[in-house]
């Protein structure tokens, strides 16, 4: 609703003292499927109540939203004012809103980088910080290149598949078990533990699943350390504890399956889609970059987190928050704000996907290098590429933290596996790393079919000689001319698209 300026609250649009939109029960709910068809509505009815709304996350789960670009780099680089830390949560820790509520496990206290602040923070990043430089950007190029192909050559043939449990899904998990040493059957159990914190089902059940397999994963890197993040995470000089380890592996894990899934999905949900991306060379294709900078923009896949919690009673831009209540930045809202003087995304690294301040995302460089290779390594290989349905008829899957589609059926003409193998590994001692070892390469793709090989994940790492060749994506090309959006489906069977041109030319053959 809106409301005229009133002599106590002279800012047009704002609820005034004593409006019923200040109570909780106007919360605005951000979980079901209502709010998962479209978000956008439930944003632009939020902006009227100023640069932060009360809103819902849960039953008996009260928060403020967010929704102001401007306010949300406020929250995000104001130490002084906010801080990360859960236990000041009041509600949680009154009793108002148990233990075993869904969306606990996402936002309570744990000792690891996300949650902590000051010196505790800068010990736990940093040691995030330092192994994630050890990874080599062209060998996980390559690694996902190699991955994206045998995951292809998997349903290729069929004509037919749901990228998101076929492809986007799968991904991740192959490139998590590389650069964690993680078994597969602890990497499903991770995913399944994960998935269902997202979606706030079985939270507390979910919560010890991850906890046990977490706990397996770190005392299999004492007894076998390797290449891998666990293990320098073990020999870092910050000392993390066991506790400190399985929490800190938590948000790392839980930020390279479900997030880095939905960004692939999302990305290609668009690039088949939106006319702007779908469209032949000739008449004006955006590359795959493009499309993951319009995705981070529009439809980042975390919409709703960054929790923080004002150390005092305080106003946001003239919106009262209270000590104690949490204060969800909307990376969506904020950075679909019409406030912004720019629509230009293309290129624009501006955006709050990844959020902001000192904690911001670590992995960043990573994730894009992930999706992108995802993308172009995928519509390389299957050209003729459509939705199955029309875009406006795929669902996404309820809950107030994520934007994740349900599932992304296609089809295209069957093609049979062509991918190039890659060259032998050579294998290297399994001692653990040092924190000073210069850079090391993403080690090698663990046996699929063979549970019981003596082979762990992240024992051999590659050399950036070994990756197979790939130039680095770049955002640098111009904007073409745009062509009208295609709709969904397949009405335009038959047409190729020209995604085998476009790659090869983008790279310069």
Request: hydrophobic content about 40%; overall charge negative; some cysteine.
């Amino acid at each position: 609703m809106t409301h005229p300026a009133s002599p106590d609250d002279p800012r047009p649009g704002t609820p005034p003292p004593g409006c019923p939109a200040h109570s909780p029960a106007s919360a605005t709910p951000l979980y079901g499927p209502e709010f998962a068809a479209d978000p956008g509505a439930v944003y632009a009815r939020l902006r009227a109540y100023g640069p932060a709304a009360p809103v819902r996350l849960a039953p008996d789960v009260d928060a403020m939203l967010v929704t102001s670009y401007a306010a949300a780099l406020q929250v995000l680089r104001g130490t002084e004012t906010f801080g990360k830390d859960a236990r000041r949560w009041r509600a949680l820790a009154e009793g108002t809103v148990a233990p075993d509520n869904p969306v606990v496990p996402m936002m309570a206290y744990r000792p690891n980088a996300l949650f902590s602040e000051g010196d505790a923070h800068r010990r736990l990043r940093g040691a995030i910080d330092d192994c994630l430089r050890a990874v080599d950007p062209d060998a996980l190029r390559g690694y996902v290149e190699h991955s994206a192909d045998a995951l292809i050559d998997a349903f290729g043939p069929v004509g037919e598949a749901d990228l998101l449990d076929d492809y986007a899904k799968h991904l991740p998990l192959r490139v998590l078990g590389q650069m964690f040493g993680c078994p597969a059957d602890l990497g499903d159990r991770l995913y399944t533990g994960m998935r269902g914190i997202f979606d706030g089902v079985d939270a507390e059940k979910c919560d010890a699943l991850i906890t046990e397999a977490l706990s397996e994963l770190i005392a299999l890197k004492r007894r076998r350390p390797g290449g891998d993040m666990v293990s320098r995470l073990l020999a870092h000089e910050a000392r993390l504890t066991d506790e400190e380890m399985i929490h800190q592996l938590v948000v790392l894990m839980g930020a390279s399956t479900e997030p880095q899934q939905n960004l692939i999905a999302n990305g290609l949900r668009l690039l088949l889609s939106d006319g702007r991306f779908a469209g032949d060379l000739g008449v004006g294709s955006l590359p795959v970059e493009d499309a993951l900078d319009e995705v981070l923009w529009t439809d980042p896949p975390m919409a709703n987190y960054g929790v923080h919690y004002a150390f005092h009673d305080v106003e946001l831009d003239g919106v009262p928050l209270r000590e104690g209540v949490p204060v969800v930045v909307s990376f969506a809202a904020a950075t679909t704000d019409p406030a912004l003087a720019t629509d230009r995304r293309s290129g624009n690294r501006a955006h709050l996907a990844w959020s902001a301040g000192p904690h911001g995302c670590p992995a960043q460089r990573e994730a894009r290098i992930i999706a992108s290779v995802a993308l172009e390594r995928l519509l390389d290989r299957l050209p003729d590429l459509e939705l199955a349905v029309p875009a406006d008829e795929l669902t996404w899957r309820p809950g107030p933290f994520h934007r994740a589609l349900a599932a992304l059926p296609v089809r295209f003409p069957p093609v049979t596996g062509l991918r190039v193998p890659l060259p032998a590994e050579v294998p290297v001692p399994e001692a653990a790393p040092r924190t000073t070892t210069p850079r090391t390469a993403l080690p090698k793709e663990p046996p699929t079919a063979s549970p019981a090989s003596p082979e762990t994940p992240g024992d051999v790492p590659w050399t950036s000689s070994q990756a197979r060749p790939s130039s680095p994506l770049t955002s640098s090309t111009p904007q073409a001319p745009t062509s009208p959006a295609r709709p969904g489906g397949s009405p335009g069977a038959g047409r190729r698209r020209g995604w085998n041109f476009l790659a090869r030319w983008w790279r310069g053959r």
